[in-house]
């Protein structure tokens, strides 16, 4: 765990140099101008950075949970909107349809989402069911040879550019909790109704929509795992997700750190640096006790995915650690940049705003508690 393979190496290298050649250049103007970064995506499909944990012969790059984190978090350190619309393909889009899809399934949906040929997304949350998942009102009323779809799906990742949405909606409603059904929707329809993207505070340049369903179709075919499986479905999901995420706020505090480094050494202040202002250096030591501890906690939970171990509560803690922390250390570069640090024209304004998210998506930080605790109960 404390190093990695040469595989892990090569990949979190090949992460690095495409993030920095080929991402970096447009991150800020993109962001200024809420432009979807499509070229990109495209090519870290070719790269194999869409399924990187989709074994070869369904797509994908075949590769571990702990490369995918090196990955995201290179990705995230120079432009989080590319990583979370990679996250949400990865985590919440192939990584339930390779659990619990057919193998008819897999060829049809996972092929080309693992291979970058066409994005995926995730509907689970809704305008009155987000923290409280279980009480999604999206209904499937079945028609013959297939369901129809029925409500609201809110703040959904990759929205209107994605082709394809692991969903969530009540097939028996007398079940309760155990009455929700996953389906693989294709968007590729009249009755998939996508709002204008949301007018966000950050991650400006990725994708987040309100959809109407409105008798949107799916077959029998269509259905992930059995009737009733649907909240498996999406939490078993979510658990591989908040490690993504968890590696995407540990890119941006890298990032933060890096950058708050630099200006320290470069900016002067009665006499000297201000890296040597006693009040600076507890600020930069403390962003890089909490970076290196984030990392650790992210590379344990992905070791124990990786192992087909237990990870609940382990990637519960590394999201709920790393984002928390991430927020504090972007909100200290912004500090140690003082004015300059609110100017758009420095990444830690960027990261400022990027990062906030990352505590509330995938589960806010109040429920990766409530998920630690009561797995500690248990
Ligand atoms: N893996 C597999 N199955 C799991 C599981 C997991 N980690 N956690 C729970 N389940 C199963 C349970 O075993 C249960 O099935 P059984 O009854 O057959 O045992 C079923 O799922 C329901 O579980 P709970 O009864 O524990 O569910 P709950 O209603 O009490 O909810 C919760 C628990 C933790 C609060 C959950 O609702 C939750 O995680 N909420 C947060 C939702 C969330 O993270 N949303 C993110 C949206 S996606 C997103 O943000 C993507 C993006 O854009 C970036």
Known sequence: M????????????????????QIEPGAMERDHKAEFPKDIIQQLGEMGFMGMCVP?????????????????????????????????????????????????QKQKYLKPLASGEELGGFMLTEPDAGSDAAALKTKATKVDGGWNLNGAKAWITNGGIARFYVVMAITHPELGKKGISAFV?????????MAKPE???????????MVTLEDAFVSDDDMLGKPGDGLKVAFGGLDGGRIGIAAQALGMAQRALDESVSYAKARHAFGKPIGEQPALQTYLAEMEARVQASRLLIHKAAHLKDAGLPCTREAATAKLFSTENAVWVCDRAVQI??????????????????VRVTTIYEGTTEIQRLVIARDLMK
């Open 2 to 21: 404390f190093q990695l393979n040469d595989d892990q190496i090569a990949i979190r290298d090949a992460a690095r140099d495409f993030a920095r050649e």
């Open 56 to 104: 070869e012969v369904y797509g994908g790059a075949g590769l571990d949970t702990l490369s995918y984190t090196l990955a995201l978090e290179e990705i995230a350190y120079v432009d989080a909107s590319v990583a979370v619309t990679m996250s949400v393909n990865n985590s919440v889009a192939c990584a339930p349809i390779l659990a619990f899809g057919t193998e008819a």
């Open 185 to 193: 929707l294709d968007a590729n329809q009249p009755g998939v109704v």
């Open 199 to 209: 007018d966000k505070m950050g991650l400006r340049s990725s994708k987040t929509v």
């Open 337 to 354: 940049h003082g004015g300059y640090g609110y100017s758009r024209e420095y990444v830690v304004e960027r990261l400022y705003r990027d």
